[in-house]
């Protein structure tokens, strides 16, 4: 056991039993190498990582490097996904040095932390031009014992580099009509109008960007917009990249075509795709957005769902094959000779046409993803039902792929977001029920009593993890569609008390925003980034947060803070769209108002659920009845009934519409 063995992220505690002397981030490392004037490894991945698996097995378990190791480095562990500004802090140097990033991240530091040596995965052997991982070491040490100039010279101009990056935020102004429009144009230009998406391969859900242009069509009309979103939207629910028995969606294709994914499942993706299919739904009735909606739902609570009713972050891309050897995709892929042993020839043969499953395979080794190639003409649902459902069953026979269960503040956020829209929209008040539930598990646990959100959490414990600001953004959105759907204002505050903390410990000048807090831990550089990973950017996702909260309140400071912030969209739109999706979607919300929309009746009424329906990007919505329902909402304060009826409220800064007792004039107010 190395010093790995009492930490709680699970990806750590898989290489808690290295012969690698491994160390967790934090001062005591850097100390000891100081004391022995040897430099840091440090290594970045996470749990659901395949190759961060696989550098292990052939690496870190193995004795003799493991000794080199030992005796001429310290050795650091780091978690991505429980200390995302490490991460982003060393991911941009090594992108600055090599062009290129991804995990594992291998970067050799000075005891200051300094980086002078980057790369991501090395094999053990020299193979396409990489050095072996042994004979790296064996340089490095080399260069720090003979060349110690030379390494402080590199790591001294890094870190300047890095110093020296200034943030151009776009200056005065918010993204007007002239930003999305040539944004829009932007992503015309590069969207994939055979298979749906952004890019060539590899190829990623663009949940954030379809997210834009769902709200842009709701705005203006444009067609070319929604046909983008649900293009891609039914190319990937069509495609391997999504789960066909099971639900849920991998992490991306490896080929623009949608055909092989690489098979790891995270709850952030889950969350995002859910939502954005549930909206897809609401902007077209299409019953396949309305089913992945659902079926994505039903995949976070039965396989990503913890004890304590939170969602873990992930299952891994890797389980035992039939020979018991750990494989990427052995849980999901099938070969016609599986398909005939658990349905018989008839419906084998079925089942093949259906799922495009070939005796070449599209997978490996003979092995098919299922998807849904579109060539088997009319089919019989029932029968389809019956055979999927059999698939199912049989294939939850096979070794399951590990689960990391820490409990991620922002993915739990979005997944509330998820869930609580998805419920209200589809009559299914368990999905509601469980959103709530991880709300509170992120009231109790993760702001707890210190009133500062903590990223991690596993098995009920907080983690030693300062929440960053996607954090912050992405839980106070979750809050406020809680508080949307449940018409429970307590979400309303929570959403204002950790927005106040954005305001108070993540603002700087001019709008801009910093991914972690003015007293948080002092890197080498403060990290900060607007622009969109596989989540939102902490940035945006806080700006859409401060917007909705405003609505609400008529907060002039959290406009204020969110119109600062979007001028990095205004910048960024109109040259990288694919990469500041969120915020593109947040300046739709922007130039719609946003719409707020009071409903003095009945949560869960018709007036309510229609107000939930409206397309109106980014409108807020408060419903609830009696004297003490503006003390829930200010939005609510002063809402009479007209004639004794429920009654609908449509304002755009506190300018209000004719209101309303009718559903259907309602749905009219707000694009319904």
């Not at 004391?35 to 292990?56: E, F, K, N, Q």
């Not at 689960?403 to 509601?432: C, Q, S």
């Amino acid at each position: 056991m190395n010093r790995l063995a009492g930490v709680t992220s699970p990806y750590l505690l898989q290489h808690a039993d290295n012969p690698v002397d491994w160390w967790p981030w934090g001062p005591e490392a850097f100390e000891e190498a100081k004391r022995r004037d040897v430099p840091v490894l440090l290594s970045v991945g996470y749990s659901a990582c395949h190759w961060c698996h696989v550098m292990a097995h052939e690496s870190f378990e193995d004795e003799t490097v493991a000794g080199y190791l030992n005796a001429h480095f310290v050795p650091v562990k780091v978690d991505r996904e429980e200390r995302p500004d490490v991460d982003a802090v060393y991911m941009e140097a090594v992108q600055a040095a090599t062009g290129h990033g991804g995990w594992p991240m291998t970067v050799f530091l000075t005891p200051d932390a300094e980086p002078f040596y980057f790369g991501t995965y090395f094999p053990p052997e020299p193979r396409h031009g990489s050095p072996s991982f042994q004979q790296v070491l064996e340089g490095v040490t080399a260069a720090w014992t003979d060349r110690r100039d030379e390494v402080a010279e590199v790591a001294g101009r890094i870190v300047a580099d890095l110093a020296g990056r200034s943030l151009v935020h776009g200056g005065d102004g918010v993204p007007g009509e002239s930003e999305v429009a040539q944004a829009l144009l932007g992503l015309t230009r590069e969207y994939d109008e055979q298979h749906g998406g952004f890019g060539g391969a590899p190829k990623f859900p663009p949940a954030m960007v379809v997210e834009f242009l769902l709200r842009h069509y709701a705005r203006t009309g444009a067609e070319g917009a929604l046909q983008m979103a649900a293009d891609t939207c039914t190319a990937m629910a069509r495609g391997g990249i999504y789960d066909q028995l099971g639900g849920g969606f991998a992490r991306y294709s490896v080929d623009r075509e949608w055909i092989v994914p690489h098979f790891e499942k995270m709850l952030y993706d889950n969350a995002l795709l859910c939502r954005v299919y549930a909206h897809l739904w609401r902007t077209t009735g299409s019953d396949e957005a309305r089913r992945i909606a659902l079926e994505t739902a039903d995949f976070m609570v039965r396989e990503l769902r913890t004890a304590e009713g939170g969602f873990a972050s992930a299952l891994d891309a890797d389980s035992e094959d039939a020979d018991g050897k750990h494989v990427e995709g052995a849980y999901y892929v099938w070969t016609p000779e599986q398909l005939r042993d658990v349905l018989g020839e008839d419906d084998a043969a079925f089942a093949a046409a259906y799922f495009g499953v070939t005796e070449d395979g599209t997978f490996e080794e003979g092995a098919s993803v299922l998807r849904l190639p579109g060539d088997a003409g009319p089919v019989d649902a029932a029968r389809v039902a019956g055979v999927r459902a059999r698939l199912l069953a049989a294939r939850d026979e096979r070794p399951h792929p590990g689960r990391d269960d820490k409990v991620v503040a922002a993915w739990n956020g979005l997944a509330i977001a998820a869930l609580a829209e998805t419920g209200a929209y589809f009559d299914r008040p368990d999905l509601v029920e469980r959103a709530t539930e991880a709300a509170d598990l992120l009231v109790r646990v993760h702001l707890g009593e210190v009133a500062r959100l903590t990223r991690t959490s596993k098995d009920g414990l907080a983690g030693d993890n300062a929440g960053v600001l996607e954090d912050y953004g992405d839980v106070a959105e979750g809050f406020l569609a809680l508080a949307a759907v449940t018409g429970e204002g307590a979400w309303l505050e929570f959403a204002g008390f950790l927005l106040d903390i954005v305001l108070e410990q993540f603002t700087g000048e001019g709008g801009q925003l910093y991914d972690t807090a003015h007293d948080a831990e002092q890197l080498i550089r403060r990290p900060q980034d607007p622009t969109d990973s596989a989540t939102p950017s902490g940035w945006t996702a806080a700006a859409g947060a401060l917007l909705s909260y405003a609505a609400y309140t008529g907060s002039e400071a959290h406009r204020t803070a969110a119109e600062g912030a979007l001028g990095v969209v205004r910048a960024l739109g109109p040259r990288v769209p694919r990469f500041v999706g969120w915020g593109l979607a947040v300046a739709e919300a922007l130039l719609d108002g946003p719409r707020e929309v009071a409903v003095a009746g009945p949560v869960g009424g018709e007036l309510h659920r229609t107000a939930l329906l409206g397309r109106a990007p980014g409108a807020v919505v408060a419903a609830g009845e009696g004297p003490g329902a503006g003390a829930e909402f200010p939005l609510l304060v002063d809402r009479p009934l007209l004639g004794g009826e429920p009654t609908a409220y449509v304002c755009r800064h506190f300018v209000c519409d004719a209101p309303t007792t009718e559903a259907g004039e309602l749905a009219a107010k707000l694009g319904g």
